[in-house]
Structures are given as C-alpha cells and as structure tokens.
C-alpha cells in the first residue's frame, strides 16, 4: 500500500500549485478523484494508486523539483494564465527551462522585482502562509516626502482603508535624487497592502520594487531574467 496523503498536498506534489492554491482548485470543482468531482477539503489519496485529474488532465508527482528567482517587470501578471491574455511571468521562463512551474505568491501588474518560482507546492505553501511571518521588502518611490507623523504610524502599525490592521513595518528613508524613496520590510501579504500603507498615510506610491524575501536578495539580477536559486538560498526559505 502506498503513502496517503491530503488531496490538496498531493495537487502541490504534482506541482501544479501551492497547497492554499490547491484548495481553491477543489472548492471550483476542478478535481476529479478516480473520476469523482471533489469539492469538500480534507479527502486522502493514495499515491500510486488513486487517478487524480486537474481541469481533465492526469497529475502525478513530479521528480525533480526547480527554484528560481525572476526580476518582473512591470506589465506582467504573476499567473500562469490571465482571462485578459495579458502578459504572464510564464512568458518570461523562455524554452530553456521545460518545468512546469508556478509563482510562490504574487506581485501585482505594476509592481517589479523579486518573483520566486517553484514547482514544489509544500515550499510555496511556507512561504506564503502567514503564520511563518516571511519577511518581504520593497523599495517605494512617493510622490512626496512621507512626514515624521507618517513615519511613526507606519512603524507601529496603519489601518488600511477595509479596516484591516497592519503589523509593525521596518522603514529607512534613502537619500534618492528626485523622488522621495522608502525602504520598507513587511510580513504581511494583503492585496496592493505597501500601496495602501502609504495612501493611509497621505502619501501615493508611484514606482514599487520587491528586492528581497526573507533575506534572500535580488542583486543585480536584470530585468525579465531569471536564475536558480542557490543551494544556501534554498537552505534559508525552507527553513523558516
């Protein structure tokens, strides 16, 4: 008898997504178990032996597993499709790496900078999930200097616009010829949440770069390439 394992795992094994991915895949009734629609979380599988199907295609487990970083830039979204047949990090990959792989979290249309890459869903899954408070840290270009008021809020925590509460940010403020720049490190991964952070402090970011990810930084990396992760790199994400 083989190993039994969450169907949501089991979808991240095959490296179709992330684990929190996964269960959004099952709840739309995209997963068919031994030709039975599954739709309630939490049914086990038996690796081997049960036939799981994604969107009409078999999955299994993958043998080798990838991790990359890109440098996105602006215009590109962080999925592997997008309804508007917008341009997608995937477009990025080129023919050289034949994997099938998915982004570990998202950065929005108009955000650039560092993008992880994987096809190992447990991997995404610890970084993504909020309970591991993975660092992120973006460098914002304002459209005016932030005040020390500003400053202060954001250091202790800003409520955003929904009501939603933030963490304690780390904030440096650079000395950048002709626009006011913030270096800012958060934990959080709320939707636009840098961007919001700002506007609840009466400031508008005009330019937002991720540079680094719980340490694990984007260097010199040009614009719309990408690389693998180093074996230490790898060594400091998973071991959060």
Same mark, same amino acid.
């Given at each position: 008898?083989?190993?039994?394992?969450r169907?949501?795992k089991?979808?991240?094994?095959?490296?179709?997504?992330?684990?929190?991915?996964? +269960?959004? *895949?099952?709840?739309?009734?995209?997963?068919?178990?031994?030709?039975? %629609? $599954? !739709?309630?979380?939490?049914?086990? @599988? /038996?690796?081997?032996?049960?036939?799981?199907?994604?969107?009409?295609?078999?999955?299994?487990?993958?043998?080798?597993?990838?991790?990359i970083?890109?440098?996105?830039p602006?215009?590109?979204?962080?999925?592997?499709?997008?309804?508007?047949?917008?341009?997608?990090?995937?477009?990025?990959?080129?023919?050289?790496?034949?994997?099938?792989l998915?982004?570990?979290?998202?950065?929005?249309?108009?955000? +650039?900078? *560092?993008?992880?890459?994987?096809?190992?869903?447990?991997?995404?899954? %610890? $970084? !993504?999930?909020?309970?591991?408070? @993975? /660092?992120?840290?973006?460098?914002?270009?304002?459209?005016?200097?932030?005040?020390?008021?500003?400053?202060?809020?954001?250091?202790?925590?800003?409520?955003?616009?929904?009501?939603?509460?933030?963490?304690?940010?780390?904030?440096?403020?650079?000395?950048?010829?002709?626009?006011p720049?913030?270096?800012?490190?958060?934990?959080?991964?709320?939707n636009?949440?840098?961007?919001r952070?700002?506007?609840?402090?009466?400031?508008?970011?005009?330019?937002?770069?991720?540079?680094?990810?719980n340490?694990?930084?984007?260097?010199?990396?040009?614009?719309?390439?990408?690389?693998?992760?180093?074996?230490?790199?790898?060594?400091?994400?998973?071991?959060?």
């Amino acid at each position: 008898m083989g190993e039994t394992v969450r169907l949501q795992k089991y979808i991240a094994m095959c490296g179709e997504a992330s684990r929190r991915a996964a +269960e959004e *895949l099952i709840k739309e009734g995209k997963v068919f178990v031994n030709g039975k %629609k $599954i !739709t309630e979380q939490g049914v086990k @599988v /038996e690796i081997g032996a049960d036939r799981v199907e994604l969107s009409g295609k078999l999955i299994k487990p993958v043998n080798q597993q990838y991790y990359i970083m890109l440098n996105k830039p602006v215009g590109y979204v962080s999925t592997a499709k997008d309804q508007f047949d917008r341009p997608t990090v995937i477009d990025l990959l080129g023919d050289e790496l034949k994997a099938r792989l998915f982004p570990v979290g998202r950065l929005d249309y108009d955000t +650039e900078g *560092l993008l992880l890459m994987t096809n190992d869903g447990d991997f995404a899954y %610890k $970084i !993504t999930h909020p309970k591991h408070n @993975v /660092e992120k840290t973006y460098l914002a270009a304002l459209n005016k200097g932030l005040t020390q008021t500003g400053l202060l809020r954001l250091r202790k925590g800003v409520t955003l616009s929904d009501g939603f509460t933030t963490s304690p940010a780390k904030l440096e403020i650079l000395d950048v010829k002709g626009a006011p720049v913030v270096k800012i490190t958060i934990h959080e991964g709320k939707n636009r949440q840098v961007r919001r952070m700002f506007e609840a402090v009466g400031c508008k970011v005009t330019a937002l770069q991720r540079i680094a990810i719980n340490g694990v930084e984007l260097g010199n990396l040009p614009q719309g390439r990408w690389r693998y992760l180093t074996a230490h790199e790898i060594a400091i994400l998973k071991n959060l």
